[in-house]
Every structure is written in structure tokens, then in C-alpha cells.
């Protein structure tokens, strides 16, 4: 499976963005965004399963919302009042197998990653 992200610039603090990631294949069933600072670990931003129930990190909830298509190949994220602390390499990442929460954060539970979008917010 193949996943490649666009949408990703440059916003100003309080902006908005959208971000979506198209899977060459429909036989995933749990999609996320995950992010990255320099020099850390990739962290949750928010994931969905083929249920199309949300899961998010604390720190995005009420900002950020994932969805995808009813096709199950387009994997999106809207980005709303974005903060400079959202400033970071975004990646889409996807998995066959359906995944309770609890393993949802976890990047090594994805086998499928895309290329990554940067997205800089400034204040």
C-alpha cells in the first residue's frame, strides 16, 4: 500500500489547513496522522477506523478532525486554529488489521507510512 499526503505550507497562528493522504489500495482499516518534531518521536495526532470513530491526542482535540471517505482510500485532516506548537513533519500511516485505541499511538503498530507534509504555523 502505497500513501501519499498533500495539503501541507505555511499558516499563520489561529489559520487553518487541511491535509489528506490517498491510499493506493482499499484494505486497510485503521488510517492516522502521526507528527514529528526534529529530533523526536513520531507522536499521534488522531486516528479513525474503518468504523469512522475518532480517536485524538488531548492536545488537538476540538482543533483538529480527522475523517475519510466512504471509499476508504482518502484519509483527511482538517486543522483548525493551528498554534506554533503544531509546527511539524505530519505523516499518514495505515494498517490492515483494526486496532483498538490502546494501540492506536503506537507508530510501530502501522506498516504503511506516507512520505510526510511539512506543515509550519507562525505567530
Known amino acids: 500500500v502505497q500513501l501519499v499526503e498533500s495539503g501541507g505550507g505555511s499558516v499563520q497562528t489561529g489559520g487553518s489547513l487541511t491535509l489528506s493522504c490517498v491510499a493506493s489500495?482499499?484494505?486497510?482499516?485503521?488510517m492516522a496522522w502521526f507528527r514529528q518534531l526534529p529530533g523526536k518521536q513520531r507522536t499521534l495526532v488522531a486516528a479513525?477506523?474503518?468504523?469512522?470513530?475518532?480517536s485524538y491526542a488531548g492536545s488537538v482535540q476540538g482543533r483538529f478532525t480527522i475523517s475519510r471517505d466512504s471509499a476508504g482510500y482518502t484519509l483527511y485532516l482538517q486543522m483548525n486554529n493551528l498554534k506554533p506548537q503544531d509546527n511539524a513533519m505530519y505523516y499518514c500511516?495505515?494498517?490492515?488489521?483494526?486496532?483498538?485505541?490502546?494501540?492506536?499511538?503506537?507508530?510501530?503498530?502501522?506498516?504503511?507510512w506516507g512520505q510526510g507534509i511539512q506543515v509550519t504555523v507562525s505567530s
Open positions: 479513525i477506523g474503518s468504523d469512522g470513530v475518532p
Open positions: 489500495e482499499n484494505i486497510v482499516s485503521t
Open positions: 500511516a495505515a494498517e490492515y488489521r483494526r486496532l483498538p485505541w490502546s494501540q492506536m499511538r503506537l507508530e510501530f503498530e502501522y506498516n504503511y
